[in-house]
Nanobody
Framework: HVQLVESGGGSVQPEGSLRLSCVAS????????MGWFRQVPGKQREGVAA????????YYADSVKGRFTVSLDNARNTLWLQMDSLKPEDTAMYYC???????????????????WGQGTQVTVS
């Protein structure tokens, strides 16, 4: 049984920082791709960032490049998202995601990922 548990969300003022964490349990396949999506009520989920375990590659949405940093500890199945210079438009529910086989060019599509966490709320105001 695969489980993704996110933590680290909360409220912060603009230009502040938050660090999200995600721990995956029950998943031992390599390579894998882990990432973060976010969703605002009434809008589609948006791919934010992803990390490919075997090649140590990272991927970002244009809207967060230069402000967010994704990192993966493959041995511990733990993913982080360091979010700096936060903006009000970053307010959303953030979801951790996981798939086997590594990240692909279409990593930002929701259909790419088999496993989703319950989400953690980030509010910037």
């Amino acid at each position: 049984h695969v489980q993704l548990v996110e933590s680290g969300g909360g409220s912060v003022q603009p230009e502040g920082s938050l660090r999200l964490s995600c721990v995956a349990s029950g998943f031992t396949v390599n390579p894998k791709c882990m990432g973060w999506f976010r969703q605002v009520p009434g809008k589609q989920r948006e791919g934010v960032a992803a990390a490919y375990s075997e090649v140590r590659a990272t991927y970002y949405a244009d809207s967060v490049k230069g402000r967010f940093t994704v990192s993966l500890d493959n041995a511990r199945n733990t993913l982080w998202l360091q979010m700096d210079s936060l903006k009000p438009e970053d307010t959303a529910m953030y979801y951790c995601v996981l798939r086997s086989g590594g990240c692909r060019e279409r990593w930002s599509r929701t259909s790419e990922f088999n496993y989703w966490g319950q989400g953690t709320q980030v509010t910037v105001s």
